[in-house]
């Protein structure tokens, strides 16, 4: 089926259906299910047909989770109207097409009015609650015992800390995994509590340090993405610095404002930042070198991948058990709870 022919088989909506009472979560939208209601716009695209005439593609999420949204009438206008973060009013119809996928075929679309929705039901968030992820957080930096490497880690997870207030509420990506509000918290902890159960058995490791770099590896993200939960996006800095540089430069400057910080320690834990992709065509400007780049390597790309499946799982229509590709995962995603 071409392009073209998917556009007309999702070209129009069934009268028959008939309307929902209220908005129904994404997560919970099943196919031929009518649509109304509130959502926010992740994603926009204004795509050509073959004869040339517009058409636009949306992704639209809520706290459940996101879907795809077509629609092929008055396509440029409906373009500058869905700016991304904006909260829009879909009506339309769930579909889910095996070799296309869910989508929601738009009949109309329009601004939504401020009391039509919370905002909160709209931003995807994590299902560990800030406090939970804070404590344990605090009960992990208690077991660094190095002087120098508590200095630093209290610079920037000290109650008091500026980009403790932006950490703490900093999403992980834009859409790979823990794309929510403190998304990067709970990546961070999940990364770090690994690091610091796995140095335990392998030899030659210092598990502080190892701790430390991962605490500190993802730090640039809270410059490089913004503060709207309803739309993640990277920031000025972060598409022309990148979240490593910007991480790096934020920790050494810090470490420079620590009277008689260890050249060394500090060579160390800056090593883990920017090598801790794993590889140059991934976006480190060095590969790592250490036992404990490499070990802060490997459960962050295992925490990231890992993640992923949170991500499918939430935009898998009710029923399913089998992803579409994903690009994360470079194939697809089974959930065997699901079939069992």
Known sequence: ????????????VDPAVPEPLGRIP????????????????????????RNGDPWLRLSVGDATGSAEAVCWEEAEALYALCCTGSAVHVSGVFEVSERWGAKIKISSIRAAEAHEFEADDLATGSDVSLDQLEGKLREL???VQSPQLRQL???????????????SVAPAAKTYHQAYRHGLLEHTLSVAQAVSAAANFFPGIDREVAVTGALLHDIGKCLAYNNDPLAID???????QGEIPLGYYKVRRAIEDLPGFDPHLAQCVLHIILSHHGSLEHGSPVVPATREAVLVHMIDNLGGR?????RIEKQLPAGEVWSGFDRALSGSAFFAQRAA
Request: aromatic share 10%; charged share 30%; glycine share 10%.
């Open 1 to 12: 089926m071409t392009e073209q022919t998917q556009i007309e088989a999702f070209a129009s």
């Open 26 to 49: 994404l997560g919970e939208l099943e196919d031929g299910q009518r649509v109304s209601g509130v959502y926010a716009v992740r994603e926009r695209e204004l795509r050509r047909k």
């Open 141 to 143: 930096l208690e077991t």
């Open 153 to 167: 880690l209290d610079h920037f997870f000290g109650p008091e800390s500026e980009t403790w207030q932006r950490f």
């Open 234 to 240: 990277l920031t000025d800095a972060g598409r022309l």
């Open 306 to 310: 890992l993640g992923s499946f949170d």
